[in-house]
């Protein structure tokens, strides 16, 4: 299946959070291939698709860095940032540095204020074929309507999360009156009888029978964009979670969910020279045949200095060999002299996609942020599961009851802001790392890894295919100039 031969200009806006930026950055590598393997009638003599990435200042040198292979057909633009937000430090434009993550509302409200400058700047530049913006980022539809731009709205989540969200909803399972559960009592879920969920599994903005206030507020105009959309983008494969990407295919009035991904499978791979210190240990323990653990929690993870500390002591217990990648102090004196044998505590941005791919790392310590989780699969490594905000309990009930690729860790008191004692960790990683939990999961992991890389197979996957067609059905709107058409799919 090919598209039009003529070059195309496609406008990208992530949100200002890694773990959504990062997603957008590699579709438009995807994009980018996809394009240059489909368009053979071309000369060679003129790209034949440019992409123009909006972001701000702070944020530049990320996204700079990231796509630096392929800078000749990228060009990105940045809009100032807000400054005198209350409670936001000047210069923070990226939520792994705010102060809180209780400032998200208020953080992401501001990004509004870049809504005038994005329509000057839209005006000034060649023709838009397709807009792709974070379904966050809800004002972004409201500029691509007036340019008479087709709007894809990128969501971070799987089809899995997205549907139990839907589901819950639809059927008020929390919000009806006299259905309210404790936090921890489990309900079936009305269209997916086989799964049984708490209502600390969802966000409370769902939950709550009180729906208002400015975070619901948010939510619905999020909602309300990202209904309007022509499409979804959504960063996983059909063979991952079939079931759930049927159903949301079903929802009637809704965008047409995409399934394109797995994105992290376009990282180029890492030129063999400049190793970082933290692969160079691994490399070690490949010689010593050392299994590793990989321990990680995203990008915006929250975690008390008591519970860090229990975290590291339950490390040590385990007595495995490990790799923590953590901005924050570990706060236990003397620890890191202490296991300088069988660990490393990494505290730089690491590429955790390089860290995934080597061959000591046997399993994964994660919050299960989709991207993490993803990843992981992708790599064919069994995760230990330890959800602790957003749609990360959803990500780890797919992961451990439905894929069976992952070992869950239990808190204290059943939430995910519960406290998780060091037995609990030491125990489980053991569980993952030696015993027949971990044999089976990391069997299981590898078939969906294979899955995974068929699934962005050219020409022939799954996912590569529903980028072709989706293309197809962009580039007709373009030559018809019909921006009503790919709206919905009722
Ligand atoms: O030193 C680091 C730290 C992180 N990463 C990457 O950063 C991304 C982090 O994304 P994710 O694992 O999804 O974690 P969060 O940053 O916590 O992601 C937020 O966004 C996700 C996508 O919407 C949601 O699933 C999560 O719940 C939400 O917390 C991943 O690609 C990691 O590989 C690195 O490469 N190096």
Known sequence: MSVSPSPHHVVLFPYMSKGHTIPLLQFARLLLRHRCATSSSNDGEEPSMSITIFTT???KPFISNFLSDVTSSIKIISLPFPENIAGIPPGVESTDKLPSMSLYVPFTRATKSLQPLFEETLKNLPQVTFMVSDGFLW??????AKFEI???????????????YNSVSVHQLFTKPGNIKSDTEPVTVPDFPWIRVKKCDFVPVCTEPDQSGPEFDLLMDQLMST?????VIVNSFYELE????????GVRGEPKPWCVGPLCLVNPPKPESDKPSWIEWLDRKREERCPVLYVAFGTQAEISNEQLKEIALGLEDSKANFLWVTRMDVGEVGFEKRVREHGMIVRDWVDQWEILSHESVKGFLSHCGWNSAQESICAGIPILAWPMMAEQPLNAKLVVEELKVGVRIETENGTPEGFVSREEVSQKVKKLMEGEMGKTTRKNVKEYAEMAREALAQGTGSSWKNLSLLLEELCKIRETNDVNKLSSHD
């Open 57 to 59: 200042p702070q944020n």
């Open 242 to 249: 079939s079931p759930f990407v049927d159903y949301r295919l």
């Open 227 to 231: 209904g309007k959309s022509r499409g």
């Open 139 to 144: 004002w972004t539809l409201d500029s691509a």
């Open 150 to 164: 087709p709007r894809l709205a990128f969501f971070g989540m799987n089809s899995y999360s997205s549907a139990l």
